[in-house]
């Protein structure tokens, strides 16, 4: 994760190690480096600008020149300015007063949706809640049974489309779902939705739809990190098509270049609540800002 940019950042600041004092042409240059290394990463355009010139000017003033070790307080610099891209501080997951809480998750086919919600359950179970998984994509082929099975080995109870649950209609199958985590107590409630390959205004409109009929605490984009520069297109889309309250990262494991993780936060001013790091259940952790911009930094 973040390797090859983690590994641009250092070698940025490897030229300016030891050196008591910085030049302007010091101060240019690592922030040339710098800004090759976010684009090469795949990050947005306006958010490397924006980032690059907080760096530039924190990086001229008095706090650097006086300081005296000024290359440890330009890394500083870059960490707090990572740290304030990535969302600032960790939020929590918001639950409603009365329960059921609703999560909705959306975004595109294959963005982890269907696994995130197996590891959100196994997650909430450990932290004391009782949730309940609704399988509300109806559009893939399996994904009611791939929903199935993931609850299985999260030890989550899933409701699925049968007759007399709204089979074939997703806001049905999504409504009976709520209704039945009241009857039975379940605190909380991860609806499933479909997506498509691409941005589509059908599926939109399902989400949309879904998320009127269940008012949703929490609406979670899914957004695999290896789609680079589309990961921004598609964020913009759904904050439009159905809105969301956070972002949830998917496949930080993989040999991302961590674009998306730098910009999503950034370009639509939700929040990253979670990462998804494997196929495993447990491959899944709240997303810590300050951390995260620290394990970029390492
Ligand atoms: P959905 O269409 O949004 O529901 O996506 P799925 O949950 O079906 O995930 C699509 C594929 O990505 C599946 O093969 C998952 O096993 C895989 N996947 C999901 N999350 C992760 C992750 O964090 N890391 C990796 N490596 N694979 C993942």
Redesign the pocket.
Same mark, same amino acid.
């Given at each position: 994760m973040f390797a090859t940019l983690s590994d641009r950042l250092s070698a940025a600041f490897s030229s300016l190690r030891g050196k008591g004092r910085l030049s302007e042409a010091d101060i240019e240059a690592t922030v040339t480096e710098i800004r090759r290394a976010l684009l090469d990463a795949d990050v947005a355009l306006p958010v490397v600008r924006s980032f690059t010139a907080t760096v530039r000017e924190r990086a001229s003033s008095a706090e650097v020149s006086r300081a005296l070790n000024p290359s440890q307080q330009i890394v500083k610099i870059v960490n707090e300015e990572l740290t304030q891209i990535l969302g600032g501080s960790a939020r929590e997951l918001r639950f409603a007063k009365r329960p059921p809480t609703v999560i909705l998750l959306a975004?595109l +086919?294959?963005?982890? =949706? #269907? #696994? !995130?919600a197996g590891k959100l359950g196994h997650w909430l179970r450990s932290e004391g809640h009782t949730p309940l998984l609704v399988a509300a994509d109806l559009q893939?082929p399996n994904a009611v049974q +791939?929903l199935q099975i993931v609850g299985e080995n999260a030890g989550v109870p899933v409701w699925a489309p049968e007759p007399g649950n709204g089979t074939g209609d997703p806001v049905a199958v999504a409504r009976t779902g709520v209704a039945h985590a009241k009857d039975r107590y379940y605190d909380v409630v991860v609806v499933d939705t479909a997506?498509r390959l691409g941005v589509d205004a059908e599926m939109m409109r399902q989400a949309a739809d879904i998320r009127d009929a269940v008012s949703p605490d929490e609406i979670l984009f899914?957004v695999d990190a290896m789609i680079g520069q589309d990961a921004v297109t598609t964020a913009n889309a759904f904050a439009e098509g159905v809105g969301f309250t956070g972002v949830v990262l /998917? =496949? !930080?494991?993989?040999d991302a270049r961590g674009g998306a993780a730098l910009s999503v936060a950034q370009v639509t001013g939700a929040p990253v609540l979670f990462a /998804? #790091?494997?196929?495993k259940v447990t491959?899944f952790e709240r997303f810590h800002p300050d951390r995260m911009a620290s394990r970029i930094l390492d």
């Open positions: 975004g +086919q294959g963005a982890g =949706k #269907t #696994t !995130l893939r +791939q997506g899914v /998917s =496949k !930080l494991d993989g /998804s #790091t494997g196929e491959d």
